[in-house]
């Protein structure tokens, strides 16, 4: 490969300014990219990926670089596709509660433009100043008020992408409810980026609530908060998010359950009241939080799973399961770290089963607790690894079902493995 | 292997009482509720279990036969329809409801369960599964599954696919797999989404985990009636965008009006242009707020009466009124064409007055009964079956529906499908490089392309690129002839 003649050939397309040659801080688990480049349009995009994989060379998108970390480091040298300047609304009509924009518009910048006509996307994430829409759906990242308002995947309405060839493609539209053709929304939405690259995306909003507050459930064990937790679950409350928290410092308490509630002002304020009175039965103190204090509690709780900036020493891990084993499987977790003296953070999405952790400490007690955490839970994927043990832990879990058929998809799609090559499962 | 050799080895697999092979027996599956284009099956099986599902797909997949889902028959848009001959699978003995897990929000169920029974099922624990298609006395849960369907209540609870957690499937090559078991976030790709709305094209769903909704502690409907359909539409539009969010806001026109009335008792003025059906539910403290705010919007756009349904008994004598409607059309013409569209919901009064024009133009009635808070029309074209001319025009009147709906930035099926019905007409919504990315998502799953072939994408010319990209692999006509 002659990388003069490639980069003359993206400066070509997207400006000599926007091609940059073993940029320092586009690095992924120690590898530095050949390139990073920033097309200006899809046009540049669509153009930017077809030189590409002419070339061949692997590409790895790039919106907020907030969730590089995740999964395994690239396999091959890579160019880096930035998605920093295609941050555009294209389309958006308040009264519809219908938005379309470009991949690389970040979370708080969509969000205050929403903001300004009383709507939101009611998708959280860490980080929302850098973290782009396009890193979102290509991770599936979401927060705790998924909840309430369901995921990307209840959210997402439409996409554009480009395909490994350069080739542009779109599915869905800008209609709440769609069935015309194949739903392939989803098979991008947390795909990593290994079928195509998100270019633009349209989702179906909802209106700010007219009241939100929330309540805090401080215990000294965890014991009465899951007791609070399946009270919330037997009830016909509708609370928009319900986390556990364990071991954050900004808490002041070594466990808690925080529930939300948004909504009319009266049925917010029922919430609080009921919660308050489950919480009392289960023999927990409760604070209210409204206003700055509220948005700043969940604030603080959404950036808890950054993996931005994770330390040296630290594993940040993604566990799923069914809910009514998450307690189960946070107690083994919360066991393995003490025996292997390792700091531990969780926040839990305590009625999806979606618990974010994060461990630090001595690289061989990292090793023993991941090895515990896996045989409880089978569905750990590894956010953030330490370098020293990168190589070696499996960042997907114990077993990946269905794997030759989501290799068949990669193959139609991706089949010289030029997308994101080696940091999926496929 | 010819046609007894066949039925045999179905009979091998199945027993006697699993497979229909009688010709006039078979006449009853050439089509589902669009019956435009119908195409008699070859055989006819009912399976009981994924495992003899299995072996109908491995012995299809051998003599290189398609294989058509069908669960209750129901469906719009020619999705259960033998196309190509061929082995129908029916859903019809695969209709236990398995497990409910409310401690982990789900139920498991086959798919011929209907829809209907599986919230009465629910309703003693407290739950209920969300979806709910008019046809929903009717319809399975497979079939929900298959076109991803929607029904009133998708405008709080959204449609089917957000309320599918994991399937069992069998592949085209007869692998039975599971794609998750309710848990989120599995490792790659997601399988569950796709599967969902892929109109039984790459897979045959024969269990899934699905999402218990609980029950709500409090309903109030509403039934607001106006002199014109323009006032309901633009109050619809208005609630959406005052950031309301009510549980189901549909609408009736005069003529559906006039259906309904008789067989319901319902009373309404026929003097009303348009009822509309506003539901509004949750937790009890804000309710009537809530509603006041929607029935303040009703009156500023010249409703001419707003009638709450005091009692659960009126509430769902207006709902069965609502449910009921397209059957009552039997009233009015002996043949309707239900057309599915949907636009931005803004563009609703304008689109209702295009629907007006379209049916002065092509000189025949259309009723409207559709879900108007998520912009999904249904207009019901009325004609005679039996009058050539009027068939002609019921269609062309179809296809201006489905044109206006795109030109407004809607789309073709909001949640029927596209079937049989509507696949020349997704050209007009993409490209052909959208409908090759379809393509190549089916090829990784059906390369011989014998699930339910000839179904959602286009036929004809101009298509040659996503043909290549489906290569077929029928030599059906072999053993047709055999």
Known sequence: MDLTILRTDLAGISGEQHVREHPAD??????TPLLAVAPGSLEELSQVVARLAAEPVAMVPWGGGTQQTWGRPPARPFVVVETNR???ILDYTPDDLTISVEAGITLDALRAALAANGQMLPLDSPLPAQATIGGLLATAMDGPRRLGYGSARDLLIGIRVVEA????????????????????????????????????????LIPQPRAAASILCRAQTPAPLWKLVNAIAASQLVPVAVEYLEGIAAIDAPFALTVASEGLPAAVERHLRDVAAFAQQAGVSTEVLRDADHAQLWSMIN????????AVDELVTRVTCLPADLNRVLTAARAAAREADLSLQITARALNGIAYLRARGQTTALRLWHTALLKVAPHTTLLATPPALVAELPAFGAQIVNLDLMQRIKQEFDPDQLLNPGRFVV | MNRAELIAELERILGPRGVVAHPDALYTYDADGCVMDTHEPHVVTLPTSAEQVSAIVRLAARVGMPIVPRGAGTGLSGGATPMRGGIVISTARMDKILQVDTANGRVLCQPGVINWELSQYLKPFGYQFAPDPSSQKACTIGGNIANNSGGPHCLKYGITASHVLAVQVVLPDGSIIWTGDGSSYLPGYDLTGVITGSEGTIGFVTAAWLRLTRLPEAVRVVLALFPEIAGASSTVSQVIA??????????????????VNDMYRLGLPEAAGAALLIEVDGVEDGLDELLNDVTAICWRNGAIDVRPA????????????????????GRLAPTYYLVDTVVPRTKLPQTMDEVGRISREFRLPIANVFHAGDGNLHPIILFDRRDRSQNQRALEAA?????????FGGVISGEHGIGVEKQDYMTLLFSTDDLAAMAGLHQSFDPRDLFNPGKVFPKGRGCGELAALRRSGIAWSALKSS
């Open chain 1, 26 to 31: 586009r690095v992924i688990y120690g590898q």
């Open chain 1, 86 to 88: 295609l941050n555009r």
């Open chain 1, 165 to 204: 060839t350069g080739r542009v493609s779109k599915a869905g539209g800008m209609v709440v409810k769609n069935v015309s053709g194949f739903d392939m929304m989803k098979l991008y939405l947390g795909s990593f980026g290994t079928l195509a690259i998100i270019a633009s995306a349209n989702f179906k």
């Open chain 1, 303 to 310: 950036d808890v799973p950054q993996t931005a900036a994770p």
């Open chain 2, 242 to 259: 005052s950031g309301l969010l009510p549980a189901a806001l549909e609408i009736m026109d005069r003529l559906a009006i006039k259906a």
């Open chain 2, 310 to 329: 005091r009692t659960i008994a009126e509430q769902n004598q207006v709902w069965a009124a609502r449910k009921n409607a397209f059957g009552a059309m």
């Open chain 2, 399 to 407: 296809t201006s529906v489905m044109k206006v709906s795109i030109d």
